[in-house]
């Protein structure tokens, strides 16, 4: 949330090019505005323009105090209003904002049971913030403590907690970090690393949601994210009791054309961070834009016009 992801962390990289030249862009520089901007244009090519070997990175200095608190919220849309009322309350100090939907947290208390959900059977999501403060963890809790007193005033918030340690911040964080364990646990699934507006999100997730629930019977959600920077996890598991290996092989295609169709007409990217690789390569014709596919060929042929580098990745030949 504060710091940003890696492409803005990055001031320079070197580059093995596919001619086997090295590219010195390491310098640093935070004005640089001599021609193109070679250092995104390799950001997130999946080793397709060439090889990165070195990069020079931002640091922050480590905050003074940094505090975890868990909120319970009754909707997509109340965890929209907490996420604008944490931006008011902590600013910059807002580094993590993730939703965890009930049926996701229901997973962790099922196949984790030594680890304690707060709120999970009594709210619809709830949320885990994280709070970086430059004073003094007493100002970090104050400034917590009005914003939930805040949230749960204006209802976006039903129960929430503070922890008291590092040990219990770890907690949380925990649980977030094993919804993705506990699913494999539950068996195999659909996944799917998508953004949205942020201020898309609750329709989003409204809609595609009844959508599922009406072309699948017995269909389960696997929906948790980092809202902050509208990344969803949107992951669909098949019914319980069901033949999860024909679920697969059987609904896949046709769930994963549902969910990009309906990505594409909120706006959002069927790609948020993991990448297009093998597995979106053919998928991705349908979803980007035909001018920025061009120039994206355009580009690789350019830079890469014999195919070496990391071929049939995110372009089809």
């Known amino acids: 949330m504060r710091y940003g992801n890696t492409r803005e962390l990055c001031l320079g990289l070197e580059v093995v090019t596919a001619q086997g030249e090295v590219w010195d862009g390491l310098s640093g520089l935070r004005k640089d505005n001599t021609g193109y901007d070679l250092r995104d244009l390799f950001i997130g090519s999946e080793g397709t323009l060439g090889v990165i070997t070195g990069a020079t990175l931002k640091l922050y200095p480590l905050p003074k105090a940094t505090l975890t608190a868990w909120a319970a919220v009754p909707s997509m849309d ?13 600013g910059a100090g807002l580094t993590g904002f993730e939703v965890m939907g009930q049926f996701a947290l229901g997973l962790v208390v099922k196949h ?7 709120f999970q059977q009594e709210s619809a999501y709830c949320v885990l913030l994280e709070n970086a403060d430059q004073e003094s963890e007493e100002h970090a809790r ?22 008291e340690n590092i040990a219990q911040a770890r907690a949380l964080w925990h649980i977030r970090e094993n919804i993705p364990l506990a699913q494999a646990e539950e ?3 659909i996944k799917h690393d998508i953004s949205i507006p942020v201020s898309k999100i609750p329709a989003f997730c409204t809609e595609t ?3 599922l629930k009406k072309d699948i019977a017995g269909v389960r959600l696997v929906n948790f994210g980092h809202l902050g920077d509208g990344n969803l996890h949107y992951n669909v598991q098949a019914p319980e009791g069901g033949d999860m290996q024909a679920f697969l092989r059987d609904q896949e295609e046709r769930v994963n054309a549902l969910v990009f169709d309906q990505v594409r007409k909120f706006g959002g990217s069927i790609s948020a961070e993991h990448g297009i690789g093998t597995l979106k390569v053919g998928k991705l014709p349908h979803y980007k834009s035909p001018v920025a596919l061009k120039m994206m060929q355009a580009v690789k042929k350019a830079l890469d016009p014999q195919g070496i580098m990391n ?4 372009l089809l030949a």
């Open 311 to 314: 071929p049939g990745k995110v």
């Open 142 to 163: 104050a400034q917590f403590e009005r914003l939930l007193e805040a949230a749960l005033e204006e209802g976006c918030a039903t129960d929430a907690v503070v922890a």
């Open 78 to 90: 109340a965890a929209l209003a907490l996420l604008g009322l944490a931006h008011k309350h902590l």
């Open 209 to 211: 949601d009844a959508l």
């Open 112 to 118: 984790m049971p030594q680890l304690r959900v707060p």
């Open 187 to 189: 068996g195999l699934n």
